[in-house]
């Protein structure tokens, strides 16, 4: 069995070469302090502003208290009118990439905003788009790559959030964070760092269980392929035709899950018996093709991707695609008449993910581009994200194992149920990668319109405990401080929108793609300094976790399941 052999993807887009080193690109310049723009959808007015952050927020070096100027947005539309404020602030705590891509992409935090009359913020994180410490430099050493940590992120939020309330006379302001995939961990964490920063998290998509031997090392790509192995019987539940119970027993779509599995080794083939050229013309490469892995790759994200981004509607979040861009591929696949070649099929299908649009005449299948600045990701995949991940021989993808040490050459969860009456689990069978945040639509299903006001009671529940507690100060050392994280997708978990109605909450939103086969468990060191719970989340169908909330007192989780960004 290969090292390794799996794609090391990113938490949300940067697919890596052949090598999986992931190559750095010049960063943009810093433009002017302040600039007002619009989204490229037109939905999100908002003014960019930089702060002057510093470069090091926990050590007494010379060169600690060097300042760069970190990138955020405001939108104050809804916001009450001052001059002082007390209306809540909500936060978006800025992922591996351009901060204006996560505006564009987390419309629910404009949606709700009329509701709480709330000012939204989102920061960009520190080394990305217009937020690097050293400009074009930023990427070249280690001696400079150093200064970009989570820890370091963390800290720059807690500072500019602090600063902005003080300046912009709102220490009354609640404040909530959001975060999805890696900037879901950030804000799970947030709230468990910076307490007094913010009431609450809502977490989406955010793989926090995914290190060491928490979850199952194969979760992710196991469910991944569960998703095309059981496309019909998915969208047979999807428009209400069965329960979602029996989806883990069909395989009605086994025939698009098996042209994948099998197809990785007619690539092999082809290659080995001297098929460039082939594989050069068959793939409409517009160069010709130099590694065999650089289609194999090409193909692999393809298909991971659109697993991740698998919503009910149109979206161009990583790429344009349809509703169910799933089903689309397999329709694609299936589709074909008996005696075609896997490799003419499973490049139709991915088509399908890098041409929906139909502008490409040939791909650029060896040229890694970068359109949201992500090329920082590398640094932090190797240095602190560690999140160790194979392929088993339930996948679709070829069987891999992993080796710490052969990851180092190459460098040099989930919430499935409720597990306390204050750390719910929201459940969302048929979710995406963090569907919930995107904007609302009319064609939304109802689950996700569901899900989406469940949110917003407990954001509300946070709220409203702020204010009675800002009135009754005695109760402040009293009240447990509720926090949130959201996890999109569970094949099967019991519902708990009945228990929205309570005021102390975490929410735990489910999105589909992981697999949680067998028990797994892990203890940590109670948190908050309020005694030791003892949680254990068990789960042995398929699922995908997303998210921690809050953790009030100290807390023990045992828990199963698994995602990636």
């Known amino acids: 069995m290969a090292l390794a052999s799996c794609l090391l993807l990113p938490l949300l887009l940067l697919a890596t070469g052949a090598s999986g080193i992931v190559s750095s690109l010049p960063s943009a310049a810093v433009q002017s302090l302040v600039r007002k723009r619009k989204s490229s959808s037109g939905q999100l007015p908002f003014a960019a502003h930089f702060f002057p952050q ?3 927020h926990f050590n007494f070096r010379p060169d600690s208290s060097r300042v760069f100027y970190q990138k955020y947005l405001l939108n104050a539309s809804f916001w009450d009118k001052g001059p002082s404020h007390s209306a809540p602030i909500f936060v978006y705590t800025g992922n591996e990439g351009n901060i204006e891509w996560f505006a564009e992409n987390t419309g629910f935090m404009l949606d709700i905003a009329p509701r709480f009359n709330a000012l939204l913020l989102f920061i960009e994180h520190r080394f990305y788009g217009d937020s690097k410490p050293f400009g074009k430099d930023s990427y070249k050493s280690a001696e400079t790559l150093g200064y970009l940590t989570s820890t370091q992120a963390l800290a720059d939020y807690a500072v500019l959030i602090r600063s902005l309330k003080q300046n912009l006379s709102a220490e009354a302001s609640p404040v909530v964070v959001f975060g999805g995939s890696y900037g879901g961990m950030l804000a799970a964490w947030f709230r468990l760092k910076y307490p007094h920063v913010a009431i609450g998290a809502l977490s989406s998509s955010a793989p926090i269980l995914q290190f060491d031997d928490i979850v199952p090392w194969s979760s992710f790509y196991d469910g991944v392929s569960q998703d095309y192995k059981e496309q019909f019987i998915i969208m047979q539940v999807r428009l209400g035709m069965t329960p979602y119970w029996a989806m883990s027993s069909t395989d009605e779509s086994a025939n698009c899950f098996e042209v994948i599995k099998e197809s990785w080794d007619q690539l092999m083939t ?9 594989l050069t013309k068959k793939f409409k490469a517009c160069k010709t093709i130099q590694s065999v892995y650089s289609v194999r790759d090409w193909l692999w ?12 509607t149109p979206a161009n979040f990583l790429m344009p695609l349809p509703a169910y861009p799933v089903k689309e591929m397999c329709s694609i696949i299936d ?3 008996t ?19 139909g502008t490409h005449s040939c791909f650029d299948i060896e040229n890694d581009s970068d359109p949201h600045g992500l090329n920082g990701w590398g640094w932090q995949a190797c240095t602190e994200m560690v999140m160790p991940m194979t392929c088993s021989n339930e996948s679709m993808f070829p069987p891999s194992s992993y ?27 048929l979710g995406a990668h963090h569907v919930d945040l995107r904007f609302a639509r009319k064609d939304d299903p109802n689950w996700v319109k569901e899900q989406r006001e469940a949110e917003i009671k407990i954001i509300q529940g946070w ?11 005695s109760r402040q050392t009293q009240m447990p401080c509720p926090a949130a994280a959201v996890i999109n997708n569970s094949r099967r978990a019991s519902s708990v929108a009945a228990q929205a109605a309570s005021s102390e909450w975490e929410i735990v939103s489910l999105h589909p793609s992981a697999s949680a086969r067998g028990r797994r468990r892990t203890t940590g060191p109670g948190l908050g300094g309020g005694g030791a719970r003892k949680m254990m989340m068990e789960e042995h169908g398929r699922a995908m976790a997303i998210g ?3 953790l009030t007192g100290g807390v023990e989780i045992s828990w199963t399941g698994s995602t990636e960004g």
């Open 463 to 473: 709220v409203d405990q702020y204010y009675r507690d800002s009135k009754e100060p």
């Open 403 to 429: 080796s710490y040490e052969a990851f180092e050459d190459q460098c040099k969860a989930k919430v499935l149920k409720n597990i306390s009456s204050s750390i719910i689990a929201l459940v969302a069978p």
């Open 335 to 337: 589709g074909f008449p």
């Open 339 to 357: 005696g075609v070649d896997k490799l003419t099929k499973v490049f139709s299908a991915a088509s399908l993910y890098y041409n929906y649009s």
């Open 270 to 278: 082809t290659a080995a018996k001297g098929g460039m050229l082939q």
């Open 548 to 550: 921690l909330l809050s």
């Open 54 to 56: 510093q470069i090091d």
């Open 301 to 312: 994200t393809a298909f991971t991707y659109t697993a991740m981004v698998d919503y009910p």
